[in-house]
């Protein structure tokens, strides 16, 4: 398969699977209790914190160039989002200052991800898949926001870090067009996107069930 068509085809794979991730019109969000902007935050918060570090730790065990500067944009952009999600925390009267958003330890998916060795896999699940989650959970988010009339966090998510999240969906896109071109490679890249999707259903499936949380942002 040429690295266009297999593109092409993981896109198809990951959409199938993505589309059951998407805003469930029947879902109701209930803005009391637990589930309101500030503590679906705090888990954002989590969420950039661990994309910031996978992205650092491939940075310095990537040899490709290219690659490695696409983790360093990534590293950068993440970090950004951490501050930004501060700053946003403190206007709605929560001081992330004193929170360790890694307190309890690092979540499963990134437990998987920092066992990713090879940079067609890294690409294809940090950024190809990852990054696409992170456009849906977005999405959901801030449809959340603006029900629950916080249009200030639905401005810095539409306007900002959206958008970035997608850059970051592309740059894996280029990147895998440029290194997933033998079948090997493409093997271990299918995989690798696929386990990642697989990880993403069980924890929205596991943070629903625990915590009803359904709107969580990602990264
Ligand atoms: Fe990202
Ligand atoms: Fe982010």
């Known amino acids: ?12 794979r990951n959409q199938e699977i993505l589309r059951r991730l998407a805003p469930d019109s029947t879902l109701k969000p209930e ?15 989590r969420n950039e914190v661990e994309a910031t570090e996978i992205a650092a730790r ?12 696409a983790f360093a ?22 001081d992330a200052r004193s929170f360790d958003p890694i307190a309890k330890g690092y979540g499963p998916l990134f437990q998987y991800l920092d066992t ?4 067609v896999e890294r690409v294809a699940a940090g950024q190809f898949t990852r990054e696409a989650i ?9 449809e ?4 629950a009339r916080d249009a200030a966090t639905a401005t810095l998510y539409r306007d900002v870090i959206e958008p970035d999240e997608y850059f ?36 929205q499936a596991a943070a629903l069930r625990t915590a009803g949380v359904h709107h969580a942002p990602g990264c």
């Open 1 to 12: 398969m040429t690295a266009e068509d297999f593109v092409k085809d993981l896109e198809q």
């Open 31 to 45: 803005v009391e209790g637990d589930l309101n902007v500030v503590n679906l935050l705090k888990v954002a918060l």
């Open 58 to 69: 491939w940075l310095v065990t990537t040899a490709e160039v290219d690659v490695k500067m």
């Open 73 to 94: 944009r990534q590293v950068g952009d993440e970090a950004k989002h951490y501050r930004m999600i501060a700053d946003r925390l403190r206007e709605l009267g929560f």
């Open 116 to 119: 990713l060795r090879t940079t």
């Open 134 to 142: 992170a456009v849906v959970k977005n999405r959901q988010f801030i």
């Open 144 to 147: 959340f926001c603006e029900r």
């Open 168 to 203: 970051h969906h592309q740059l894996g896109r280029s990147l895998l067009l440029r290194h997933a071109v033998t079948p090997e490679a493409q093997a271990l890249a299918r995989r690798a996107a696929a386990r990642t999707l697989e990880l993403a259903e069980e924890l």
